[in-house]
């Protein structure tokens, strides 16, 4: 398994050596930096108005709260879900290249994108008793190598002065979510997730993590877990909104 502690000395050796460039256009950056100024502000934000539950954005002037149809028609487990930024553009790029091409490093810029969404009104004020990512089947990971919402999650754990824990365990592995529609997506998703044997999330305040926020139903399912094993809420976080 990747550890932090082993690879992290060697990523401060290599950056004595290399330049550190931008991710995006490879301008040189500072060594804490992975994207220049430029394209940093170039990460497409979810604006308002959108929906309090699931943050999907719409057009128009909407200004009190609302919910979508997407969530008035179905029971979601979580409370809310929040993204600060849009998977387009550099955002949907940066988070490709870290997932799918290796480049860990890039869980730096997504975790930034993340920590965002601790600013929004829905989560600022909440205390939260543990982070908790969503996990992967682990013969994907083994693929991967990592689990990106481990990562994330592990970097905003250490920010935000939250304890981690990988509470949740993917059983089934499932296809892949984007080629099925919502009703196909939750059977999919049916006992995917189990608490893991030892963990304990009874009395808790839950912030789920994830890397990208689709329909939802991933976060809501894991969510459904943990409150059945006796966690008090359930609100989710992720870099990003598709
Ligand atoms: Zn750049
Ligand atoms: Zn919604």
Redesign the pocket.
């Known amino acids: 398994m990747w550890r932090e502690t082993t690879l992290e000395p060697l990523r401060a050796i290599a950056s004595l050596f290399y330049p550190s460039l931008c991710a995006i256009c490879s301008e040189s950056v500072e060594r804490t930096e992975y994207l220049c100024e430029g394209c940093a502000r170039k990460a497409p934000k979810v604006k308002p108005p959108f929906?309090a539950?699931?943050?999907?954005p719409f057009p128009g002037a909407i200004t009190e709260s609302f919910?979508?149809a997407?969530?008035s028609h179905r029971l979601l487990h979580f409370q809310s879900a929040v993204a600060a930024y849009r998977s387009r553009g550099i955002v949907r790029k940066i988070i490709l290249d870290f997932k799918y091409g290796h480049q860990m490093h890039l869980r730096f810029p997504v975790a930034d994108w993340l920590r965002t969404a601790l600013d929004d009104p829905r989560l600022r004020d909440r205390r939260f008793d543990v982070v908790i990512p969503v996990p992967l089947h682990p013969a994907r990971k083994r693929e991967r190598g990592f689990n990106q919402a481990e990562l994330i999650a592990e970097l905003l754990s250490t920010q935000a002065n939250l304890t981690m824990r990988d509470a949740l365990e993917r059983i089934r592995y499932t296809t892949t979510q984007t080629a099925h529609d919502r009703a196909e997506r939750m059977e999919n998703l049916r006992d995917a997730f189990r608490l893991r044997k030892k963990a304990n999330v009874r009395g808790l305040r839950v912030l789920l993590i994830d890397d990208v926020l689709t329909t939802?139903s991933t976060l809501s399912e894991c969510a459904r877990v943990l409150k059945a094993g006796g966690a008090i809420s359930v609100h989710a976080a992720t870099a990003a909104r598709a």
Do not use: K, T, V
């Open positions: 929906c539950i699931c943050s999907e919910s979508c997407n969530c939802g």
